[in-house]
């Protein structure tokens, strides 16, 4: 499920700025790169199952291997993991709404905390 209208895919900015940001409201970037794309993601374990909150982003100048990357952030998702298949995003999916309180509120605090370093200002 996409979360609409968050302000986060208008967002460009700089990888290390980013990766420092993303982590102070625990998304992780961790293993998941490669030279052109990134994915942050909030891991949320609960009763009902193990789910992510993902900021994926990609650049067009940069290498992300050199951490000289200019990112621009995609709409963020959630969703749940099935095991040994992996994360499904499905509109069909039904999220606690408790869960997706806490991604709203996560998504505000990243969007207010990555304005100064946007570089997408209008």
């Known amino acids: 499920m996409y979360f ?3 302000g986060i895919e208008d967002i460009v900015a700089d990888l290390l700025i980013l990766d420092e940001v993303m ?3 625990d998304l992780v970037r961790a293993g998941q790169w490669d030279y052109e ?3 942050y993601d909030k891991k949320y374990v609960i009763k009902d199952g ?3 909150l993902r900021i994926f982003g990609y650049t067009k100048d940069g290498d992300v291997d050199k951490r000289d990357a200019i990112m621009n952030l995609k709409k963020p998702v959630i969703g749940k993991h099935y095991y040994p298949f992996g994360v ?3 509109e069909d999916e039904n999220f606690p709404k408790s869960l997706l309180k806490d ?3 996560t998504l505000e605090a990243v969007h207010k905390a990555l304005q100064p370093y ?3 200002k209008a």
Do not use: I, P
């Open 4 to 6: 609409e209208n968050t």
């Open 23 to 25: 982590l102070e409201h």
């Open 37 to 39: 794309r990134v994915t």
């Open 50 to 52: 193990t789910y992510y």
């Open 88 to 90: 499904e995003y499905g």
């Open 103 to 105: 991604c709203q509120a």
């Open 118 to 120: 946007n570089m997408n």
